[in-house]
């Protein structure tokens, strides 16, 4: 009874970190074909099973921050 109770607090943070592909289109304000280009073409990673893709909220925050950082190298 305990681990029952446990299990939709774990659900949640797995969700809240991994994103499908419309919640991070949302989070980089992208359109849907854009991100899902950026995992096919490898520059996020993705994690896939079977036929789902999701997208580690950390990659997402690498990935706005090297763009970040080419602008500021492109700006100079």
């Known amino acids: 009874m305990g681990s029952s109770s446990v299990l ?3 659900r949640s943070a797995e969700q809240s970190r991994l994103k499908n592909l419309r919640e991070a ?3 980089l304000s992208l359109c849907e074909r854009k991100v899902w280009q950026l ?3 490898r520059e ?3 994690i896939r099973s079977g ?3 999701r997208f580690d909220v950390y990659d997402l925050d690498r ?3 090297r763009q970040k950082a080419a602008a500021v190298a ?3």
């Open 51 to 53: 036929k789902s893709v």
């Open 63 to 65: 990935w706005i921050e």
């Open 74 to 76: 492109d700006s100079e």
């Open 39 to 41: 995992g096919k073409d």
């Open 8 to 10: 939709p607090q774990m």
């Open 44 to 46: 996020i990673p993705t």
């Open 25 to 27: 289109a949302v989070y």
